[in-house]
């Protein structure tokens, strides 16, 4: 049998051979992982124990034998696997830089690297995100509505679901960290960020979610507790009826006006013709006026937030839902923003504001200048700015989280500025649109040009009512 040393740390922390017999292992006193980490790694060193000849078990020559303490080598292994996990968690989340022109721009500055690769020769310089709130509980009732005094506990109506929290969180807010990690840098910075959500709890809290996955503290300057890796980052909001922006709920009289003009449209008309049954059958079977397809659209929702909590849904509703309310149901949207004057006053007010950032950023490249604007709204919100680009498709239900992405590049080559539009269901790829008349990377004079009738120049002066005796309708629930 072969004798050998165990090593021991000393009081220095380096290890010492100590001989033993017949394998029995001196255990050395327990110290903390890292007091572990940092005395043995260091000092580690294979050594050789010559084994005494008197020793009568002893076969033959001296043995070498190399030994670690069990509780030193159980430690050293925990170790390497916390450091192999960390590091593969923080090169999967940001980024490993493939040059070293990417390890030179600590703020990210570097070229975006998407998806699909390497956008060749082109600089992102600015990003604009705006989506829809996560999963809710339902916002709207109708009075034979079985569950119309269900409190949905506990959310209460119209709250953000465990689900919908999950959901924005890791596939808008880590999506968005994973895309554009190292052009925002990992930092938060107040001077590069720029947020926004209209005046309701659930795009507020969809937004804090989305906040959390792209700006986690951990391993930055501004981690204030190891034991949670979130941050408060503020975000501005606009009470609903002075919302100018992702609602636009000030008053237009104007846009009242446009409304009335398209129920008169021929195609309209005839759209309100074919489902007059379908209206009536509705009125009668859920006590609730319906007799257009918004009214339509509220039903639907209210269906698929009382489905989606695991309700079970009235008798009546296998013969509507969701295959009749639905085709309806998109083309609602569509309705609400049907001509290019609607899309302007609807959809405008948030194209002019991210003009204007374009046209300050390429101004004035090395002043200081927002890298990404971040928006918490509606379904509504995602279509109206999507119609006012002129690419939204009204085949498509813009269900929770959707997504709308503008980004600003500048060409390395030329110096010239283009857009790219893109939209975004949770669990799908980033869908790239080319505005009609433009490329998909569209050079922001010709995106002015296209988009001149959908870009207000003067919103004010465009709501002024034709009919000075229009009255707005009182405002819905969002």
Request: proline content about 7%.
């Given at each position: 049998m072969c004798y050998g040393a165990i090593p021991t740390l000393d009081q220095e922390g380096y290890l010492r051979g100590e001989a033993i017999g017949n394998f029995q292992i001196n255990r050395h006193p327990s110290r903390t992982l890292s007091a572990v980490t940092r005395s043995v790694l260091p000092q580690v060193r294979l050594f050789r124990v010559p084994v005494p000849d008197s020793t009568p078990s002893t076969p033959g020559p001296d043995c070498a034998m190399y030994y670690l303490s069990r509780r030193v080598l159980i430690m050293l292994t925990c170790s390497v696997l916390i450091t192999t996990i960390v590091f593969f968690t923080a090169y999967g989340v940001y980024g490993a830089p493939s040059s070293a022109e990417d390890l030179s721009h600590e703020?990210?500055?570097?070229?975006?690297?998407?998806?699909?690769?390497?956008?060749?020769?082109?600089?992102?310089?600015?990003?604009?995100v705006f989506f829809r709130h996560g999963q809710r509980t339902p916002a709207d009732t109708y009075p034979k509505d079985p569950y119309v005094n269900f409190t949905f506990e506990p959310y209460d109506w119209g709250q953000l679901t465990n689900k919908g929290k999950y959901s924005v969180y890791e596939q808008i807010g880590l999506w968005l960290r994973e895309r554009y990690g190292r052009f925002v840098g990992a930092t938060y910075r107040a001077k590069n960020v720029h947020v926004q959500t209209t005046g309701v709890s659930r795009t507020q809290m969809s937004m804090q979610l989305v906040l959390a996955g792209l700006f986690p503290p951990q391993g930055t300057a501004l981690q204030w507790n190891r034991r949670l890796d979130w941050?408060?980052?503020?975000?501005?909001?606009?009470?609903?009826?002075?919302?100018?922006?992702?609602?636009v709920r000030v008053s237009c009289p104007r846009y009242t006006e446009t409304v009335q003009e398209s129920f008169q449209m021929p195609e309209i008309k005839a759209?309100?013709?074919?489902?007059?049954?379908?209206?009536?059958?509705?009125?009668?079977?859920?006590?609730?006026?319906?007799?257009?397809?918004?009214?339509?659209?509220?039903?639907?929702?209210?269906?698929?937030?009382?489905?989606?909590?695991?309700?079970?849904?009235?008798?009546?509703?296998?013969?509507?839902?969701?295959?009749?309310?639905?085709?309806?149901?998109?083309?609602?949207?569509?309705?609400?923003?049907?001509?290019?004057?609607?899309?302007?006053?609807?959809?405008?007010?948030f194209l002019r504001k991210t003009l204007n950032e374009w046209e300050a950023l390429i101004a004035n490249p090395t002043g200081s200048h927002k890298k990404i604007l971040l928006y918490a709204g509606h379904d509504s919100t995602v279509v109206n700015i999507l119609s006012a680009l002129k690419v939204w498709d009204e085949t498509v239900l813009p269900d929770y989280g959707v997504m709308g992405v503008l980004e600003l590049y500048r060409d390395v080559s030329?110096?010239?500025?283009?857009v790219t539009v893109g939209q975004k269901q949770l669990g799908q790829p980033l869908q790239r649109l080319a505005i009609p008349g433009c490329t998909e990377v569209c050079p922001i004079e010709k995106l002015k040009t296209v988009l001149k009738t959908t870009i207000p120049t003067d919103w004010k002066k465009d709501c002024v009512a034709k009919d000075p005796t229009v009255v707005e309708p009182p405002p819905s629930g969002p």
């Open positions: 703020d990210g500055d570097a070229e975006l690297l998407d998806h699909l690769g390497r956008r060749p020769g082109l600089e992102l310089k600015q990003v604009h941050q408060p980052i503020p975000y501005f909001s606009e009470p609903l009826s002075q919302d100018t922006l992702l609602l759209l309100m013709n074919a489902n007059k049954q379908l209206y009536e059958n509705l009125t009668r079977i859920t006590g609730l006026t319906i007799a257009t397809p918004d009214d339509v659209q509220s039903l639907f929702s209210t269906l698929k937030a009382e489905s989606e909590f695991g309700l079970k849904l009235p008798a009546w509703t296998k013969e509507y839902y969701p295959h009749k309310l639905l085709p309806l149901t998109k083309k609602s949207y569509a309705l609400n923003v049907y001509t290019d004057e609607m899309k302007r006053l609807k959809g405008g007010p030329t110096g010239q500025y283009s």
